[in-house]
């Protein structure tokens, strides 16, 4: 578990995200991000908790070299968190989470087109609008329905190393207990926390974050005067 305090987190002009951290003794150090997310995986009746991660990918510099491709950074597991089996039990959490690390996009399990978990999603957005929080989205995770695919990801993520799950995390608990059987046994009802997690990662697997240079002239514009302006 990252277990460094982040004590504020500002958005760059290429869109990253920096993050101040506390070292103790008075001193700090900066972080880079080029994206902060999250999965938030819903509560299910019957005892399944509410569950979400926020997971951030490293800011890599993009190569001097025309033609040469761009590298992605490390995911880094920010945080987690469970709580009941109401909405109301995650949410303000969730909030506090996504101020706190700078993150304004969280991927969970819904589709407008087959109005799955609509409501839910509408009751999210108005309870940040009500807030006051922030631009925060709920959006659509890519590969929700396929918790078999979502495990692979995170799995090759891992393998790629450019993904570590801490122990001592839930996620980490169940990716650890996920067994090939549980895969025919509606797994996406018992694990929760790996539901969040593939639905982020799924998401960074299939939206790389965008971000831009700076621009910065090489000298200050300075109008033409005097005898020839035309």
Request: neutral net charge.
């Amino acid at each position: 578990m990252n277990n460094k305090k982040v004590v504020k987190a500002e958005k760059t002009k290429r869109r990253t995200v920096v993050h101040t951290i506390d070292k103790g003794d008075g001193k700090t150090e900066r972080k880079e991000f080029a994206a902060i997310r999250a999965g938030l995986s819903w509560p299910i009746p019957g005892g399944t908790p509410s569950y979400f991660v926020v997971v951030g990918e490293e800011y890599v510099p993009a190569s001097k070299y025309e033609g040469q491709e761009s590298q992605r950074g490390r995911l880094i597991f920010l945080g987690e968190h469970e709580a009941g089996s109401f909405l109301m039990d995650i949410l303000p959490s969730l909030t506090d989470h996504c101020t706190l690390f700078g993150c304004n996009d969280i991927y969970c399990d819904f589709d407008e087109r087959k109005e799955n978990h609509i409501d839910e999603v509408h009751f999210c957005r108005t309870f940040v609008y009500d807030q006051k929080v922030g631009h925060i989205n709920f959006l659509e995770a890519p590969h929700h329905n396929d918790f078999s695919l979502g495990i692979s990801l995170i799995r090759h993520f891992i393998n790629q190393g450019l993904l570590t799950v801490p122990e001592g995390s839930l996620a980490h608990e169940q990716l650890k207990a996920l067994t090939e059987q549980d895969l025919g046994d509606s797994p996406e009802t018992h694990f929760h926390a790996l539901n969040g997690l593939r639905f982020v990662i799924g998401a960074f697997y299939k939206f790389a974050p965008h971000y831009g240079p700076v621009f910065t002239p090489k000298r200050p514009y300075k109008p033409r005067t005097g005898r020839g302006l035309r």
